[in-house]
Structures are given as structure tokens and as C-alpha cells.
């Protein structure tokens, strides 16, 4: 096979079976996980190709967007309902980088404590209203225009937002939207349900870019 150009083509995805061959139990395994993680259950199989959809714009995977859009429109999802859940993604996956920038200045100043996360240490993050004003202040605005109600309400929103946590692996974001979640009369099964699903996506993002190590693979 000559080499390709192009690192991702629709048509590469068909070649995802080819896992059921090469290792079946592992592949089936996952597949059944998958499909109850997605299934009707505390939160309905359209809010959850909505995290899903968030999440896949979260690990950044093209075959995880094609699928998950694809499904949650046969949903009935909105063009609207799915770019709110992007924009939660967004502020997230942003916030994660921001957030750990309050270890960036633990880390200048030279603290002599050893724990690395502590739950105060999210306070230090308003002195980059000294550090880096304007572009602080604007992020923080949007932060806020991403996460406020809009067609999906403030519980569905911190839901999304602590499935994308899960995903970047944030402590303090996991803290302070599972809390905000929990205020907004989220159950912990439904919090439990978002995270299935990030942990889905998340794994089916490895799994889908396998097919370019096939593809890479057989060249």
C-alpha cells in the first residue's frame, strides 16, 4: 500500500472491525462497555451523545465527532443544543490549562509544600488579574457565557462539564463543577452516568486511532 497523505479519511473507520479479529475478547468487551455507557439510563441516550459529542471535541478525535453528531442528530439533538455543549468543552478544556496555572505559580515562587493539589490553592488564581489582566478578565467572560443557561440548563451544563474534567484530568475542575452540578439537583447517579460516558469517549478515541495504526501499519 502506498502512503497516504491524508492521516484521516471517513473511510478509514470502516477498518474498526478489523479488532474483532486481531483481539476479539479485548474488542467485544469494550464495545459491550461502550454501549451501556451511551444506553438510556438516568440521563437519556440524547443528553448523552451531547456529552459525547463534548467529549469528542475534548480528545480531539474526527471519527468520535462524525459518529456522535451523527447519532445525537438521529436524537433529535439541535444544531444549537450541540454547539452549547461544544462551548462548555471549550471553557473546560481551556479552564483545565488555566486552572493549573495556579500550580505554575507554586512552582515559581517556590513553595515547600509537597502536596501538589490542594483544593485552597484555586484561590492563587486571581492574581492573573495582575499577571495577565485583559486576557484573564476575557477568558473568565467567557468562561461565564459558556457555562450560563441557555437552551440546555444549568444542571445539564455542569454535568457536561464534569464529564470534559474527567477527560482533562483537572482536580480542581472535577471539585468545583461536581459541587456546582450537585447544586444544580444533579443526582450522583447521573454524575456517575456523565463519567461513564467521558470514560467511553475517551478509550474510544484510542480505539478509533487505531485505525490509523492499521492503515500505518500495513504501508
Do not use: W
Not at 86 to 93: G, H, P
Not at 161 to 177: L, M, N, W
Amino acid at each position: 500500500m502506498s502512503h497516504q497523505d491524508s492521516l484521516f479519511k471517513k473511510s478509514n473507520f470502516k477498518r474498526i472491525g478489523e479488532f474483532n479479529s486481531v483481539s476479539p475478547e479485548i474488542f467485544k468487551a469494550f464495545v459491550a462497555f461502550e454501549k451501556l455507557a451511551l444506553a438510556e439510563g438516568k440521563l437519556t441516550a440524547k443528553y448523552k451523545e451531547l456529552i459525547a459529542i463534548a467529549i469528542a471535541h475534548t480528545t480531539g478525535c474526527p471519527y468520535c465527532i462524525e459518529v456522535h453528531v451523527k447519532q445525537a442528530k438521529k436524537h433529535g439533538v439541535s444544531k444549537e443544543e450541540m454547539a452549547e455543549a461544544i462551548m462548555v468543552a471549550t471553557a473546560l478544556k481551556a479552564g483545565s490549562a488555566m486552572a493549573h496555572g495556579v500550580n505554575a505559580l507554586n512552582a515559581y515562587d517556590g513553595t515547600d509544600d509537597d502536596e501538589l493539589y490542594r483544593a485552597s490553592y484555586i484561590n492563587r488564581l486571581r492574581e492573573f488579574t495582575q499577571l495577565s489582566g485583559d486576557a484573564f478578565k476575557a477568558f473568565g467572560s467567557f468562561d461565564q457565557q459558556a457555562l450560563k443557561v441557555g437552551i440546555l440548563s444549568t444542571k445539564e451544563k455542569e454535568l457536561i462539564a464534569v464529564a470534559v474534567a474527567h477527560t482533562t484530568g483537572c482536580p480542581y475542575c472535577i471539585d468545583i463543577h461536581t459541587k456546582a452540578a450537585k447544586k444544580a439537583a444533579a443526582t450522583k447517579e447521573e454524575l456517575a452516568e456523565s463519567i461513564m460516558v467521558a470514560t467511553a469517549l475517551k478509550a474510544g478515541s484510542a480505539l478509533a486511532h487505531g485505525v490509523n495504526a492499521l492503515v500505518a501499519f500495513d504501508e
